[in-house]
């Protein structure tokens, strides 16, 4: 059983870039939420989505923006990238209070 | 507003010194305690979830204990592979039932042979 796989693994933009990270969730789980990790701290919740719409959001700008497709897989998008946006991007899915964890993708900002 | 704090945010042990790490939380209504161990470049990785004060939980060398204000995670006599980051994360109880978790900074651990 395949675990949450996120694609790709490491990604380097410029400033002022746009960028699309890929989620794929655990078989079975419906929901996926989207983590900001930077270094040496804890990870920050994004938003989740479930049944393809966005049902809770935490404290990021507009710039963040996602989707889920009907095969519960999902996208984060983040526009006109700072250098601050530099950080390892995690994806959750769940099915019910426990949130299994992919590997992340690590997106430098130059 | 919903809180977590770890301490220490490192610790070094010897092979076979055991400790425990700390979680204290402020939360709006506690609807489930989580711990997760994350090695470095990888996603955390699920250790245990603990709902109430008094409750406790085991796996293999970890002990996670639970009271209002506060977790531990015990670790016995531990291993070099215990070396990770340890992650506590709170999920409030008024999040509309969704799981949204909050976590603190962590602890890393590295454990000398």
């Known amino acids: 059983d395949a675990g949450v796989t996120q694609s790709p693994t490491h990604l380097i933009k410029t400033r002022g870039q746009q960028v699309t990270l890929r989620c794929s969730p655990k078989?079975?789980?419906?929901?996926v939420s989207w983590y900001q990790q930077a270094l040496g701290q804890g990870p920050q919740f994004i938003f989740q989505?479930?049944?393809?719409?966005?049902?809770q959001r935490g404290n990021f700008p507009d710039r963040f923006s996602g989707h889920q497709f009907p095969n519960y897989s999902s996208e984060l998008n983040v526009n006109a990238l700072l250098l601050g946006d530099s950080a390892l991007y995690l994806c959750?899915?769940?099915?019910?209070?426990?949130?299994?964890f992919g590997s992340g993708t690590q997106l430098s900002v130059l | 507003e919903d809180q977590v704090t770890q301490s220490p945010e490192a610790l070094r042990l010897q092979e076979g010194e055991s400790s425990s790490l700390n979680c204290s939380y402020t939360?709006?209504?506690?609807?489930?305690l989580f711990w997760y161990r994350q090695d470095p470049g990888k996603g955390p990785e699920f250790l245990f979830t603990?709902?109430?004060a008094g409750e406790e939980k085991e796996k293999e060398r970890l002990k996670a204990t639970l009271t209002k204000k506060e977790s531990f995670l015990h670790i016995t006599a531990p291993k070099p592979e215990d070396s990770a980051t340890y992650l506590c994360?709170?999920?409030?109880?008024?999040?509309?039932?969704?799981?949204?978790?909050?976590f603190g900074a962590g602890t890393r651990l590295a454990v000398h042979p």
């Open positions: 078989s079975g789980h419906d929901t």
């Open positions: 959750a899915s769940s099915r019910n209070e426990k949130l299994f």
């Open positions: 603990l709902y109430s």
């Open positions: 939360v709006s209504g506690l609807r489930g």
């Open positions: 994360a709170v999920q409030a109880h008024f999040s509309g039932g969704y799981n949204k978790l909050i």
């Open positions: 989505y479930y049944e393809e719409e966005e049902r």
